[in-house]
């Protein structure tokens, strides 16, 4: 398995959400004024430190050259900020670290700090109106990718599995003639040029595996499935890549092509690929559909149903939808003792912050409204099932069993160490 493989196995599917969640808040970020006032420093491993202190040092003296005094100022309290605190951070981390801080719609000061999921390979500092948040987003995406081809006389289907998603990227008839019924010198003929057709075929599939697994959707393993005789005779065909060959890790009986045949050589491959997201998520999904199948009594869904099983510590395993959509927020008035707290869907979060900084004080009228903390259902339900040794799997809405999940189950469903009811 590759180095960045492991990488990815690091980090639960529960932190990845939290980071990618708070990409999304930094990206929606703006400075008070829309001056360049916004810091954006990433910092590589084994950086010393006190060498980006003393850096930040000379950028403090050089922002009193900048010309608009607002916007100077605003750099100095953001370099202010970043000094107090990394004085107390021993080192850089075995991946370095990612720093955002500056005066934001809210008219305060924020300090965001990141250790990313992989090493930072790039050294910056940089002031934007924006906080530049590029290079860690693309860590979150998974670099690593496999492919899945089915190949027979009468078609052929190429996929690729990469986290959580699972792509089709070409389906395609043969059109090589079935068995006839004819008899004499007329069947052989018509056999001779049937395996004609077939070896054609199968060149032709080796071409495009050899471009779609080797340019386009370049893979780090490939698994082969298909009738039996079919794969046979396409593993000795002699368009295949040598590169590519190499790069088989298993082959499988599989009686169709389509869809419903990626979706058997899936099953099928799942110790393969027993390390992908997708592979996982399916596995957990599979378990708790057999749960509740057979009555059980060990699955339970439903926001209130979860939480009352959390609190008598009889979860094994919290399954929740990344579209599980609910931001709780405290918001206060930086110029009264006015407070309240609103609830937002998550994909409407970035836009709830532009405005809120536009909104006045219901209480007094004049002061700007600000968020003093916030919490959302994936992180409390989260909170809730390390306090009682449960484990919570952030499922993705890129597959079908993710898809079900927020779909039919209101995207929070449970798997239980003991029936909570004798009436099951």
């Not at 006839?180 to 075929?201: D, I, N, P, V």
């Not at 510590?313 to 939808?321: G, R, T, W, Y």
């Not at 484990?391 to 029936?419: P, W």
Request: charged content about 30%; some cysteine; hydrophobic content about 35%.
């Amino acid at each position: 398995m590759s180095q960045q493989n492991n990488q990815e196995d690091k980090r639960s599917s529960v932190e990845r959400y939290i980071l990618k969640h708070e990409i999304e808040k930094l990206e929606a970020k703006r400075s008070f004024n829309m001056s360049t006032s916004l810091v954006t420093i990433y910092v590589p491993p084994k950086t010393r430190l006190s060498d980006i202190s003393s850096q930040l040092k000379d950028e403090y003296g050089t922002a009193t050259n900048i010309k608009d005094k607002s916007t100077g100022k605003a750099v100095q309290a953001a370099l202010s900020s970043i000094l107090s605190r990394i004085k107390n951070i021993p080192h850089s981390g075995e991946n370095g670290i990612a720093i955002f801080c500056g005066i934001t719609q809210g008219n305060k000061v924020e300090f965001f700090m990141i250790n990313p999921p992989e090493p930072v390979s790039i050294k910056l500092y940089l002031c934007d109106n924006v906080f530049h948040i590029n290079h860690i987003k693309e860590m979150l995406e998974s670099k690593t990718r496999y492919g899945l081809a089915l190949i027979a006389r009468g078609g052929a289907t190429l996929a690729v599995v990469q986290g959580p998603r699972l792509d089709i990227i070409r389906d395609e008839d043969s059109f090589v003639p079935g068995k006839h019924k004819m008899g004499g010198q007329s069947q052989a003929r018509f056999q001779r040029l049937t395996e004609e057709a077939a070896q054609r075929w199968y060149g032709k599939v080796s071409e495009m595996m050899n471009k779609i697994y080797l340019e386009d959707f370049p893979v780090e393993g490939l698994v082969i499935g298909g009738p039996a005789l079919s794969k046979t005779e396409f593993l000795e065909s002699k368009e295949i890549d040598y590169r590519l060959r190499e790069k088989v890790i298993g082959v499988f009986d599989v009686g169709y092509t389509g869809k419903v045949g990626i979706r058997e050589l899936l099953e099928r491959a799942q110790d393969k690929l027993a390390d992908f997201e997708l592979v996982k998520e399916r596995v957990l999904m599979q378990k708790f559909m057999e749960h509740l199948g057979k009555d059980t009594g060990l699955a339970t869904y439903g926001e209130k149903q979860v939480k009352d099983a959390l609190e008598k510590a009889a979860v094994e395993i919290v399954l929740i939808s990344e579209d599980v959509d609910r931001v709780s927020m405290e918001i206060k008035c930086d110029g009264c003792d006015y407070s309240t707290t609103e609830s937002v869907r998550t994909k409407d979060y970035n836009e709830f912050f532009k405005k809120l900084s536009d909104r006045n004080c219901p209480q007094c009228n004049e002061s700007k409204l600000f968020i003093e903390k916030e919490s959302d259902l994936i992180t409390e339900l989260n909170e809730l099932a390390e306090n009682t040794g449960a484990r919570l799997e952030v499922i993705s809405t890129a597959h079908e069993d993710g898809a079900m999940l927020y779909g039919a189950f209101g995207g929070i469903a449970a798997i239980l160490r003991y029936k909570l009811y004798d009436g099951y």
